[in-house]
């Protein structure tokens, strides 16, 4: 079935380093991938989608990739602050279909200071 | 513009009464949506409302249901509550436009416990 899945429950890295955040897919007909963060006690925070005509995207800060071969995306954080520290969630969705978000389990990163 | 609001934050229950979770969307936004997060199960997704009407459903049993308003806001019931049920229910709320590509935006959730 449809299913989204993160390699690394937890990863601990060093304030200043770059952190990198993988997750598998398994829905070819997914055309839509978004990362989330999520702070203790909030909801999921947007931080960067991606469409499947693309492979790669960036923001501030953070880039997200996409390989479509081997239906893969990761999600990268340069000079991981403090402030990073949270749970990321990936995403997909089928865009011009009904609202059905696939998310995955979830990667905590911890920013060592 | 103002974001995602749910009510109440936390909530406190016994096993078989029921409960009732509210969500405002951001002004605009007709696409509602909810999700249970427990810490076994990640995000699940429980439905989709747009338009007053429900167009997607999760694997949730019957006991879990809701419905939206005219003014888009949504409501989610939870009978016969169970321990398991204790979990955080978030509202997402999405603009459907063509050049959309339907990004949600998540509320803060409601804390349900179930004794």
Redesign the interface.
Known sequence: GESVGLHLPTLSVQEGDNSIINCAYSNSASD?F?W?KQES??????II?I?SNMDKRQGQRVTVLLNKTVKHLSLQIAATQPGDSAVY?CAE?I?GG?????????TKLQVIP | KAGVTQTPRYLIKTRGQQVTLSCSPISGHRSVSWYQQTPGQGLQFLFEYFSETQRNKGNFPGRFSGRQFSNSRSEMNVSTLELGDSALYLCASSLEREAERKTQYFGPGTRLLVL
């Open positions: 839509y978004i989330y006690g909030k909801g999921p925070q947007f989608d469409r969630f969705n865009s009904y609202q059905k978000v696939t998310f995955g389990t979830g």
